[in-house]
């Protein structure tokens, strides 16, 4: 049986830890908690038996060495905010650990060679847990594209839409600071740049990007005509009939994890989204070219009326479309099994000369349309043979990362960016 610790206990830490502490207990065993915020730790040893398991001890952040020397886990669970998440795979790695990180890996090139130095001085592992790898209509375009279904791929058409709850909650809370995530095209849109790497079984060689904040931040909503403003929606009569505003004193899960923990690190989780101090965008536009001579086109836009995807691909002997709506979310606010669960999911494939027809598969259960299950199953599981080889490693955690870091640098340089210029491609040999 494996051992495992966790560290950073927020809102995506309630995915692992229902899993270890209810369907994977007999396989798992949990042995820590780490994280800054001691009231946070203690919610999450509730949630644990609440799952059906028995509280684990707690350490705070500066005392993670010592977890490791005490408790001895195999493996380390990283799900704090996405700038550390390199301090603490590579110390990880160093204390002899595994590591599964949440997604991004990281947030920039010299974090990544960071890992990739630990990782082979150790030899000891990452997994990024790519949750949408393992949805099952993710997975079916994966297998119609290694059948060949529309011949030779040309061009990829990939437009993600987040709506006005979901995608207006990264503009909240850290997230909203460049320097913690990335911004959305390291944070957000490395799952849908490694569905790319994954689909096309190819990796970018060069990328051109556009992109601002045109919705969010106190100087749109100014041009719009808004003089009402707040910092955050507690304790402001202002926010009351703001429909962007998050009332975490009214969902008992927020309430917890942060509301009743802002006295410890002054942490804000219900930011005004058309506050000061937004330096991430909102409007994306991105063009890539693959190894294998493929052209995507990407967009990103986080406050549009519904949320889900289109995607089209183009090739020799046909078209293959596919057309998600997912049901709406604000992260740990709700159900589990409701974030990034599907409303409709329809793909079609056109070939070029006969009739259309529709791609049959069977939906998953839970969050991320069965994706995180399916991911949880791989992770706590027994291992299986998988031939669409969904489990994620460092590399592809590297790759996933660079073409929203070669985004974010042709956006500030307003120039095309070459794969090549990256060290890190060097030493992957990709």
């Given at each position: 049986m494996k051992k495992y610790a966790l560290v950073g206990t927020g809102g995506r830490a309630g995915l692992y830890i229902s899993a270890i502490g209810g369907k994977w207990r007999d396989n798992t065993q949990l042995v820590a908690f780490c994280d800054?915020?001691?009231?946070?730790?203690?919610?999450?040893?509730?949630?644990?038996?609440?799952?059906?398991?028995?509280?684990?001890?707690?350490?705070?952040?500066?005392?993670?060495?010592?977890?490791i020397r005490t408790t001895r886990p195999d493996i380390i669970i990283v799900t704090t905010m996405d700038r550390t998440h390199d301090d603490y795979i590579v110390r990880g790695l160093r204390a002899g650990c595994d590591i599964i990180t949440e997604k991004p890996m990281t947030i920039d090139e010299q974090?990544?060679?960071?890992?990739?130095?630990?990782?082979?001085?150790t030899g000891h592992t990452v997994r990024v847990a790519f949750?949408?790898?393992?949805?099952p209509?993710?997975?079916k375009i994966r297998e119609l594209l290694m059948e060949d279904v529309i011949g030779h791929i040309h061009s990829v058409h990939f437009e993600w839409l987040l709506n006005t709850e979901h995608g207006a909650d990264y503009f909240r809370r850290w997230h909203r600071e460049k320097r913690n995530s990335g911004g959305l095209l390291v944070h957000k849109s490395t799952h849908h740049f490694d569905l790319m790497n994954f689909w096309l079984n190819s990796y970018p060689e060069r990328v051109y990007a556009e992109g601002g904040l045109r919705f969010y931040g106190k100087e749109n909503a100014e041009k719009r005509g808004i003089t009402d403003f707040y910092p955050r929606t507690h304790g402001y009569r202002q926010a009351q009939n703001d429909p962007f505003a998050l009332h975490m004193e009214d969902n008992a899960q927020l309430k917890a994890l942060?509301?009743?923990?802002?006295?410890?690190?002054?942490?804000?989780r219900d930011q005004n989204v058309f506050s000061d101090g937004i330096t991430i965008e909102d409007t994306l536009s991105v063009l890539v070219k693959y190894q294998n001579q493929v052209q995507l086109t990407y967009s990103l836009n986080a406050y549009l009326p519904w949320e889900g995807l289109n995607v089209v691909f183009n090739g020799s002997e046909g078209?293959?479309?596919?057309?998600?709506?997912?049901?709406?979310?604000?992260?740990?606010?709700?159900k589990r099994e409701n974030e990034g669960s599907l409303e409709h999911c329809d793909i079609t494939v056109f070939p070029m000369f006969a009739a259309p027809w529709k791609v049959e598969f069977t939906s998953g259960e839970g969050g991320h349309g069965g994706g995180d299950n399916a991911m949880l199953a791989d992770l706590f599981g027994?291992?299986?043979?998988?031939?669409?080889?969904?489990?994620?490693d460092h590399q592809a955690g590297a790759m996933s990362i660079l073409t929203?870091?070669?985004?974010?640098?042709?956006?500030?340089?307003?120039?095309?960016?070459?794969?090549?210029?990256?060290?890190?491609?060097?030493?992957?040999?990709i």
């Open positions: 800054t915020n001691q009231t946070r730790m203690d919610y999450a040893n509730q949630r644990l038996q609440e799952a059906g398991a028995e509280p684990v001890p707690t350490w705070k952040a500066p005392q993670f060495e010592e977890m974090r990544a060679l960071r890992i990739l130095d630990a990782i082979e001085e949750n949408y790898r393992y949805a209509h993710h997975s942060y509301l009743d923990a802002e006295h410890e690190d002054g942490y804000f078209r293959l479309e596919m057309k998600i709506v997912e049901k709406s979310y604000v992260n740990a606010g709700g027994e291992p299986e043979h998988d031939p669409l080889q969904r489990a994620a929203g870091i070669a985004s974010n640098i042709s956006i500030q340089q307003q120039r095309p960016v070459n794969f090549r210029e990256f060290t890190l491609v060097a030493r992957l040999k």
